[in-house]
């Protein structure tokens, strides 16, 4: 294989270059440089002495091939033969090739082996590509000077010049191959070298033609022919092969195809960087069958099924035709209350199919339709600028969004796609009153992947598992409010897959890994076995959790751990006892006072908890009283606006701010327990004291309703909810007055690492595997355990398979998780032996970060 | 050979002319602002600074560089010189291929390795003392030999003719008059003096030519009415030139005593001597 080397001005020129060509070049191909005047100098400049040294480098029998910029690069170029050792001069050849496109041209050329003159040639040649692309006159009119330049170069087995004649191909020993080309900048540089490379692999003389164009066929054996067909997204090519192994050498382009042409977001090998996703230009063609686009794993799980694009019409902004002020006003305010009631549902349902934390995504968008920074210009141009209320809210949406989008942060840019979303839900209510909230993902009877360009949260908490098996997003990444919900609703997801994916037609079977990344459009059919092995394995694995879900969930050694659900609505308390839950570990009962207008009575309370107890058989119930806040406003309790709500008067010290509020909960409560098991919990307690006077709070409720002779239980259990440190801590000083104590772990590691979860800049310092919140955990735990009282975890860890074990080494009792995890949180803990969950406990509480941990506990 | 041109007059040649670079480099850039990319003071100022170092370290003796051999040292500089004159000029060229960056690094590379390939290479006459005439016009021959060997070196390099508004328009007109002085016999100092002069007029006659070659090509037109900066550089070379060798004989047109000619170098350049 001959040497390169590329003179340059500049250092970095040359290094640049020299990069950009090895990533042409394959393997092997040695490429010297010399940019730039010796160091100390860091002038530009050429050096003939440098010249010959990168010369001697790169020397090899075959020859060296030297390409340069300008002016006295090729003066040294030339000096540089006359300092080289007498015998190689004649081996090193100097080429006016333009230093770019030559360089790799030439790579890829000289990485196929081919000799000194053919890769001159080639390089030589370069500019055709770029001629064919910009000379007026179109394509054809850089033909001659394209095709002479592969004529030069044209030797050995390919032979021929670029517009080889069909009659002198070497007679078709395979059968031609079509493919169509996806990449969105067509065939370009890189995609082609990628084809040449694979090509030139085999024995066998190969050729390409842009189908239906009468350009080719050329040798697939140089990069300036292939790019000279000029082959854009969405065309064919037809590729034809003869020889030994012309029928590998097909099967291997088909197969490099299948990847993109290597090119990251359209197939081929994962972009570097998997924090961003790649969102490459459309691409309107629609993917060949056996496509595989590749995004960025969002969700794991496999699914095959037919494509669905999720539309979203985007809501015209409306001409005015205003009516009288008030009337706009109006109008606008009922659109809006419309469109909190529909978040407030999507946020109930996805905080009852995933958790709380998830469903707090929803509270951002609560918090838009009742921001000034929108409702007063939108005031402002409906009674003093006459506008519809369409268009003052349009406006005032477009103006703040653009505010946001102009914050250098970028987790506060984003912020403006939701904001928009908001904003068309509300225009959308406005227009089409009694519109739904999203548009439901199609029909919704038949099992389909979701493909979308990006999932708003409301789309999401739209989509029912049941048939949405799998969602794959064009743009966002795996941390993009779409990708968690998928996740939490457990729904295969793959997102950053590209434009390209929304070329593919409703009704194509698509094949979803959401493990992989990957996207198979139309799999072949040992792609679609392979995907449905997957699926069945999990499916069975599933199935096998599923038909054990009932059963108690024993340690390897013998203890019982209940396995208990989180719900937030009666409905969720059905699909509980359903999954196998040994009981309801917490119930939010939020879910009574947040969606309200009003109040709801004691009378209301009781029949909406009996409804829940109902749902669940005879299974024992933890109710938690009321946890809200500033974070959580109730339209109908004036509350302080905080600064800083998650540390302000929340959970039990809003009740204790409010008793009346708290004592006829506790009521209701306690009317409940008269025919259920009952356990009564506080959230969010700090002190001692706090549990202490709800305490006398509740004795007061039990005292009036034995007084108006309402039947109560004479012993209720009462427990507290561990999410403060403070209360982790001194957890024995909570003994006396705690039956049980239920770890709030998502809150807890929040305040322990002073990360707020819903703050994409910090979310990630919140993991609860993290051994300052592990420490807190086993100190709780401690004190539990030593007074025999139960101590359960309700945070969505609980919910981890891989810090089970841990948990239960930490002498953990109980676990808490939604519906749908039971069945596989049962089966990690039949898999947890404790002396050995004990030692991983004990080391995970020596480890110095949550990545040691992680790294402990295998995950 | 016996080498005519001594070691040490090159090096005083060469110290002149880095000391006149480093003068007029901010004239030499302003030449070059006006018609190429306003680099070419700057670029031999380090050039010829580097140059210079090199006669500063105390093994001065380029035998390691490019020019292995070495010259045989003459009679009248056995005790003095540093090396022979062939690898010196090597060791400069090769300096200056790394060091001045622009397209003068390759010219003047050139120029000074293709001069001490001569020196190496050619025949010179052998002098004896009792000849001190004999051994000035020796002198005065070979240096006409070296410049011309270099001259032609420059022009194959940068594919230039005079005319073309480049250094050739200073140095072929000074190898022609050197030439023409060695034919007349004449003692370096003298003879050396009217190619500077020849340099400096073919130097003013680039005022009104269109630049052929180099970046001052693209300007076309536009690039009348100005000098060129490389003739400039090139005159600058034959003015050091003239300079240090008039210095040995600063009084006459007639060839130089054997005193004279045996004189030791000045202090300052017997610190570079091993």
């Given at each position: 294989m001959i040497g390169l080397v590329l003179v340059c001005h500049s250092a970095k020129l040359a290094e640049a270059a020299a990069e950009l060509a090895a990533l042409m070049s394959g393997e092997g191909l040695h490429i010297g440089i010399a940019g730039g005047l010796e160091p100390p100098e860091t002038a530009f400049g050429t050096d003939a002495a440098r010249v010959a040294r990168a010369i001697d480098e790169v020397w090899s029998e075959d020859g060296v091939l030297v390409l340069m910029d300008l002016g006295s690069a090729v003066l040294s170029a030339e000096l540089a033969l006359d300092l080289l050792a007498e015998g190689r001069r004649s081996r090193v050849l100097l080429t006016e090739a333009p230093l770019v496109e030559g360089a790799v041209a030439a790579a890829v050329r000289a990485g196929l082996g081919d000799s000194l003159e053919e890769v001159a040639a080639e390089a030589r040649g370069a500019l055709a590509a770029k001629s064919a692309q910009l000379v007026p006159g179109g394509e054809g009119s850089a033909a001659p000077s394209a095709a002479q330049a592969v004529a030069h170069g044209a030797g050995g087995a390919v032979g021929g010049p670029l517009g080889l004649?069909?009659?002198?191909?070497?007679?078709?020993?395979?059968?031609?191959?079509?493919?169509?080309?996806?990449?969105?900048?067509?065939?370009?540089?890189?995609?082609?070298?990628?084809?040449?490379?694979?090509?030139?692999?085999?024995?066998?003389?190969?050729t390409v033609a842009r189908a239906g164009s009468g350009r080719g066929p050329v040798s697939a054996r140089s990069l300036n022919a292939v790019a000279t067909l000029g082959v854009r997204c969405g065309q064919e090519i037809e590729v034809r092969a003869s020889g030994p192994q012309a029928a590998e050498a097909l099967a291997a382009v088909r197969r490099l195809a299948d990847t993109g042409f290597e090119e990251p977001g359209v197939g081929g090998p994962p972009p570097p960087s998997a924090a961003t996703a790649?969102?490459?230009?459309?691409?309107?063609?629609?993917?060949?069958?056996?496509?595989?686009?590749?995004?960025?794993?969002?969700?794991?799980?496999?699914?095959?099924?037919?494509?669905?694009?999720?539309v979203c019409r985007p809501t015209a902004p409306p001409t005015d035709a205003a009516r009288d002020p008030a009337t706009e006003w109006e109008a606008l305010e009922r659109a809006l209350a419309d469109v909190a009631g529909d978040i407030r549902s999507a946020r109930d349902a996805v905080a009852g199919r995933a958790g709380a934390y998830d469903a707090a995504i929803f509270d951002a968008h609560l918090l838009f339709l009742a921001d000034a920074a929108l409702l007063d210009p939108a005031r402002e141009a409906v009674f003093r600028g006459q506008r519809g209320a369409a268009g003052a809210w349009a406006d005032a949406v477009a103006q703040a969004a653009r505010a946001w989008e102009s914050l250098a942060d970028p987790y506060l840019r984003g912020r403006a796609a939701d904001l928009r979303s908001v904003g068309e839900q509300v225009l959308g209510h406005l227009l089409e009153p009694g519109r739904r909230p999203s548009p439901p993902a199609g029909g919704a009877d038949a099992e389909h992947i979701v493909v979308a360009e990006d999932l708003t949260p409301a789309q999401a908490s739209s989509l029912d598992p049941a048939t949405a098996l799998g969602v794959a997003c064009a743009l966002g990444g795996p941390t993009s409010h779409g990708a968690i919900l998928a996740r939490a609703l457990g729904i295969p997801s793959v997102v950053g897959v590209g434009r390209a994916l929304l070329a593919v037609p409703d009704g194509v079977t698509l094949a979803l890994d959401g493990e992989a990344g990957t996207v198979t459009v139309d799999p072949p059919p040992a792609a679609l076995r392979a995907a449905a092995e997957r699926r069945v394995?999990?499916?069975?694995?599933?199935?096998?959790?599923?038909?054990?879900?009932?059963?108690?969930a024993v340690t390897g050694d013998g203890l019982t751990i209940p396995v208990l659900a989180n719900v937030a609505r009666p409905a969720e308390a059905r699909a509980a006892a359903a999954a196998g839950a040994d009981g309801v570990g917490l119930l939010r009962t939020e879910f009574l006072f947040l969606g309200a207008d009003h109040l709801p009575d004691e009378d209301e309370q009781v029949a909406a908890y009996r409804a829940v107890a109902a749902a669940v058989g005879g299974l024992p119930l933890t109710v938690r009283t009321l946890d809200a806040g500033a974070d959580k406003p109730l339209?109908?309790?004036?509350?302080?606006?905080?600064?800083?709500?998650?540390?302000?008067?929340?959970?039990?010290?809003?009740?204790?701010?409010?008793?009346?509020?708290?004592?006829?909960?506790?009521?209701?409560?306690?009317?409940?327990?008269?025919?259920?098991?009952?356990?009564?919990?506080?959230?969010?307690?700090?002190?001692?004291?706090?549990?202490?006077?709800?305490?006398?709070?509740?004795?007061?409720?039990?005292?009036?309703?034995?007084?108006?002779?309402?039947?109560?239980?004479?012993?209720?259990?009462?427990?507290?909810?561990?999410?403060?440190?403070?209360?982790?801590?001194?957890?024995e000083a909570f003994l006396p007055h705690a039956d049980f104590f239920s770890l709030g772990t998502n809150d807890l590691a929040q305040y322990t690492l002073a990360a707020e979860r819903g703050n994409a800049a910090v979310a990630a310092l919140a993991d609860p595997l993290h051994p300052a919140v592990l420490r807190l955990i086993a100190a709780t735990a401690r004190a539990a355990g030593e007074a025999g009282r139960a101590v359960s975890v309700c945070g969505e860890m609980a919910g981890d398979p891989c810090a089970i074990p841990i948990l239960l080494g930490l002498g953990v009792t109980e676990l808490s998780v939604a519906a749908a995890r039971i069945p596989e949180v049962k089966q990690a803990v039949r898999a947890v032996e404790l002396p050995a969950a004990r030692r991983l406990a004990a080391e995970a509480l020596a480890a110095g970060s949550a990545v040691e941990v992680r790294r402990l506990a295998g995950a | 050979m016996s080498d005519a041109v001594r070691p040490a007059d090159v090096v005083a040649w060469l110290r002149a002319f880095a000391g006149a670079v480093a003068r007029e480099r901010e004239h030499l850039t302003e030449l070059d602002a006006a018609i190429g990319d306003a680099d070419h003071g700057i670029n031999m100022e380090r050039g010829m600074r580097a140059v210079a170092a090199r006669l500063d370290e105390p093994a001065a003796a380029p035998g390691g560089s490019a020019a292995g051999e070495v010259v045989p040292r003459g009679v009248a500089d056995a005790a003095a010189a540093p090396a022979g004159v062939g690898a010196l000029l090597k060791t400069v060229g090769m300096t200056l291929v790394s060091t001045v960056g622009g397209a003068a690094g390759p010219l003047y590379g050139t120029l000074f390795l293709e001069m001490g390939k001569a020196a190496g290479g050619a025949s010179g006459c052998a002098a004896g003392d009792e000849d001190a005439d004999a051994d000035s016009r020796a002198a005065t021959a070979q240096w006409a030999s070296l410049l011309e060997a270099g001259v032609a070196g420059v022009r194959a390099r940068g594919k230039a003719e005079p005319g073309d508004k480049t250094m050739l328009d200073a140095l072929v007109p000074a190898a022609e008059a050197l030439r023409a002085a060695a034919e007349a016999g004449l003692a370096p100092g003298v003879a050396l003096r009217r190619a500077a002069d020849a340099a400096e007029r073919g130097m003013r006659a680039t005022v009104p030519l269109i630049a052929r070659k180099g970046r001052a090509s693209y300007l076309g037109e536009r690039s009348v009415g100005h000098?060129?900066?490389g003739a400039t550089s090139s005159w600058l070379l034959l003015e050091a030139a003239a300079e240090t060798l008039a210095a040995e004989a600063p009084s006459t047109e007639s060839p130089v005593t054997h005193e004279a000619a045996a004189e030791p170098p000045p202090a300052g350049q017997r610190e570079a001597e091993p």
């Open positions: 004649a069909p009659e002198t191909v070497p007679p078709v020993e395979a059968p031609p191959l079509r493919l169509t080309v996806h990449n969105p900048a067509g065939l370009h540089a890189r995609p082609a070298a990628a084809l040449v490379r694979t090509a030139a692999a085999w024995d066998a003389v190969v790649p969102a490459p230009a459309a691409c309107e063609a629609p993917p060949a069958a056996g496509t595989v686009l590749r995004g960025l794993p969002a969700s794991p799980g496999v699914a095959v099924a037919a494509a669905r694009r999720l394995r999990r499916v069975r694995e599933h199935e096998e959790a599923r038909g054990r879900a009932r059963l108690p339209p109908y309790l004036p509350l302080e606006r905080e600064d800083n709500p998650f540390l302000g008067v929340r959970g039990l010290r809003l009740g204790l701010a409010h008793p009346s509020l708290l004592a006829g909960q506790l009521r209701a409560v306690l009317r409940l327990a008269a025919g259920h098991p009952v356990r009564l919990m506080f959230p969010m307690v700090s002190t001692v004291d706090e549990l202490v006077r709800a305490r006398e709070l509740l004795e007061a409720a039990r005292d009036d309703l034995r007084g108006a002779g309402v039947a109560v239980p004479e012993r209720l259990e009462v427990g507290i909810m561990v999410e403060v440190p403070a209360a982790a801590l001194l957890a | 000098q060129d900066p």
